[in-house]
């Protein structure tokens, strides 16, 4: 943890950015200001959270941090903030790291930090085509269902097949809504969560929104270890176990065929809940993705969340839940008290993307494009640092976990990264509790082309080597 004084230091330089400045006008970006100032972007992100209760700056999500308006000469008037200090009390959310990840790259950046697809790669003539068929529907301003439209709601069903019927699906803004609206449903206030270890830094953001205690389960080549999850039930009394069976994020593991009834049986055991986040169902290489969890479960154990945004485009803010018993009465109540419902246009849309013959071809391309960008990148790492290594060369999603030697310190040499124009994730995010080892997340999907991967690795070992 960057000590007060750095954070103070970085929130001096950016104030005198901001000085220069007019009122409104945008500020450099985290990555930028990493870069400058050669400190993490955890520390320039309590720096400006820092000046924004100052009211030095304002943060706009998505679009970035800005010069705050002045007031007028000879007012002598400054705004006081404390008061809020007592009033918001413990803070519980730190979006970080998500933010880190979400910002634009700078044009002579690589970034190997996104786990979003690189524009080249979505189907943008596709969804403009759809957008345009959907907004001449005679009632795509029309009010949806709560649950969503029917006919998206019954091609989620039709793809995740077994039992699942369209009665099941609850139609969500994106996989982000649907982890939190299903954390909170499943599991209370105080109560703990257990989740594999290492995971996806989002859901332990929303965990920690809702004042959930997580637990980890380790997570080996195979998936998470069903003895380690029946033990960690029993020590715990968790009822709700959050788990990726599909390309985990981070390590890109597939849960095997004979832990999956394994995993099933100690939920089971324990009274508790499956919560299966299948994000990447639509990002196979080689050979599709294996069927759903919740298609082994015959007792409404497993929720399922899935979501179109990863393939089709980050903008497209379309999931959905899929539950089935009491459960599911529960998530469409939290679902409803949350935004009532998702935009029927944008519902419109997806539909008309997903029933197009563009959408396999899509898919087809996509699954080629991502298994010669993962070995490309796997290639330029066993060639220019060979003692990074790879546990698991995954056969989907976006991303290679990878592990370092102990001596390299994965926060520091993310700063070096960054100053050599290159942003990496340390894996340090992706775990609940203490790492077993030293490891990065490299993403090979958001990178313009392919051959920028082994820039960003040649980058990468010039900012290793410089530590």
Known sequence: MPAEGSVATVAAAIRTEAGRRRAGERLPSTREFTRRLGVSP??????????????????????????????????????????????????????????????????????????????????????????????????AWQRPPVTGIDGLRAWFARGIGGQVDAADVIVTAGAQGALTAAFRALVPAGEV?????????????????????VAPVPVDHD??????????????????????????????????????????????????????DDYGRYLAHERPAPPPLITEATDGRVVHLTSLTKPA????????????GPVAERLRAVRVVDDFFVSRPLQETALELVSSPAWPRHLANLARALAARRSTLALALQQRIPQFTIPVLPRGGVCLWVRMPGQVAEDQLAVRAARHGVVISPGRSFHPAEPPGSFI?????????????????????????AG
Do not use: K
């Not at 690189?118 to 068929?133: D, E």
């Not at 485009?313 to 089935?324: E, N, W």
């Not at 993403?443 to 080597?465: C, M, Q, T, Y």
């Open 441 to 465: 997340r490299l993403s090979f999907a958001a990178a313009a082309r392919p051959e920028d991967l082994h820039e960003g690795v040649r980058r990468l070992a010039l900012a290793l080597a």
């Open 193 to 213: 969560l257990l989740v594999e270890s290492p995971t996806y830094p989002g859901a332990l953001a929303a965990a920690a929104s809702a004042g959930i205690r």
């Open 223 to 276: 998936g998470i270890r069903p003895d380690a999850l029946a033990r960690a039930f029993a020590a715990t009394g968790a009822r709700a176990v959050y788990c990726q069976p599909t390309f985990q994020n981070p390590t890109g593991v597939v849960l095997s065929a004979q832990r999956r009834p394994q995993v099933l049986a100690a939920a089971a055991a324990a009274g508790a809940f499956v919560l299966e």
């Open 42 to 139: 955890v520390t320039v992100s309590r720096a400006l959270a820092a000046l924004v209760s100052e009211g030095v700056v304002i943060t706009r999500p998505g679009e970035g941090s800005f010069v705050a308006a002045r007031p007028a000469a000879g007012s002598g008037q400054v705004a006081d903030f404390s008061w809020q200090t007592l009033a918001l009390g413990e803070r519980r959310t730190s979006a970080s790291g998500l933010l880190v990840s979400l910002e634009e790259p700078a044009a002579d950046e690589i970034p190997l930090a996104s786990g979003y697809l690189h524009p080249s790669l979505l189907p943008v003539r596709a969804l403009a085509a759809a957008m345009a068929r959907a907004g001449r529907r005679p009632d």
């Open 313 to 324: 485009s980050p903008s497209l803010r379309i999931g959905a839940l899929i539950a089935r």
